[in-house]
């Protein structure tokens, strides 16, 4: 099974319609690169649009669409700034049912992943950090025992927000999810190794893990900053997991990816780009199966 994931998109829409232009023909591309993959999966780790605005969702599906690529989304806390959840509900989990509400959250299987969607945003609030409702944990403690219980070799939990302490920038004001402890006390009774949390919003790659109880961290950086993605690889050799960089080697195509990097602002890029892309450790992970 191929898994690949896509770091906070941030797909906006720009006042100067040259940026608008610069932004259908990056994502056209990327999304291109991202369907010759041919992966059974194509999920994008929140932030996937600049405001949350239903335009933006459905365009950004549209573009998606007619380069090959059948996008699954779960919630960033962009997607969450200015509409309710339930508003924007039917461009989130693909074609999977939310396991509570208004939360979007739902649980899968794809080949040998058992696969949890979770979602640690606030909706309509000017906190950006992390938090899961006590109705969702309850349900990741049940998809962990179930997995626990199972056969299937692979847990993969997917969130927006990192858990503290564990992946780059996550021990700082508002870069994790704040009640991280209740999170890492339901990933403690995990029984069956390995398992991977995957997460984006800090914009960075970065690898952490394993912790003591198995748990291998990934987080994917932001395309536009790093200029990649991520590619999970399940079979029965093992997991492996690797940054793919984006081919920029067409040179209107590199002009846009700039184009619209910058016009996101100087808070997109506080950080230099080399920073964000990671170390050598920071892009490739080889789990073998036990």
């Known amino acids: 099974m191929r898994l690949i994931v896509l770091g906070d998109l941030h797909f906006s829409t720009y006042q100067n319609q040259a940026e608008n232009a610069a932004r259908d023909r990056f994502f056209e591309g990327f999304f291109r690169q991202v369907a010759a993959h041919k992966a059974d999966l194509v999920i994008a780790i929140g932030d996937t649009t600049e405001g949350g605005f239903v335009d933006q969702l459905a365009y950004q599906t549209e573009i998606a ?3 090959g690529v059948d996008l699954v989304r779960i919630l960033g806390n962009h997607d969450a700034y200015n509409l309710d959840k339930s508003e924007i509900a039917r461009f989130f989990l693909g074609e999977h049912t939310s396991a509570g509400s208004p939360d979007l959250y739902t649980g899968f299987e794809a080949g040998p992943v058992r696969c ?3 979602d640690t945003t606030r909706s309509k609030n000017p906190n950006w950090s992390g938090f899961v409702s006590d109705e969702q944990l309850a349900w990741l403690g049940q998809q962990i025992a179930a997995h626990n219980r199972g056969d299937l070799p692979y ?3 997917i969130g927006h927000h990192p858990i503290f302490g564990t992946t780059d920038y996550s021990a700082n004001r508002w870069y ?3 009640d991280s402890r209740p999170i890492q006390a339901e ?3 995990l029984e069956r190794q390995p398992a991977f949390y995957l ?3 800090n914009h960075s790659n970065s690898l952490a893990g394993p912790d003591a109880q198995g748990w291998y961290y990934v987080q994917v950086g932001a395309p536009l900053l790093c200029h990649s993605y991520g590619l999970f690889t399940f079979d029965e050799a093992g997991a492996r997991f690797e940054t793919v960089d984006i081919d920029l080697s067409d040179p209107a195509f590199r ?12 808070g997109f890029n506080g950080r230099p780009l080399a920073e964000m ?7 490739r992970l080889v789990v073998p199966r036990r």
């Open 65 to 67: 669409r007619q380069a």
């Open 116 to 118: 949890l969607l979770l």
């Open 155 to 157: 847990l993969v939990v």
């Open 176 to 178: 994790n999810i704040e």
């Open 187 to 189: 990933f403690a009774k």
């Open 199 to 201: 997460c984006g919003h």
């Open 255 to 266: 002009a846009a990816s700039e184009t619209i990097r910058l016009a996101q602002g100087e």
């Open 277 to 283: 892309y990671g170390l050598d450790r920071d892009h």
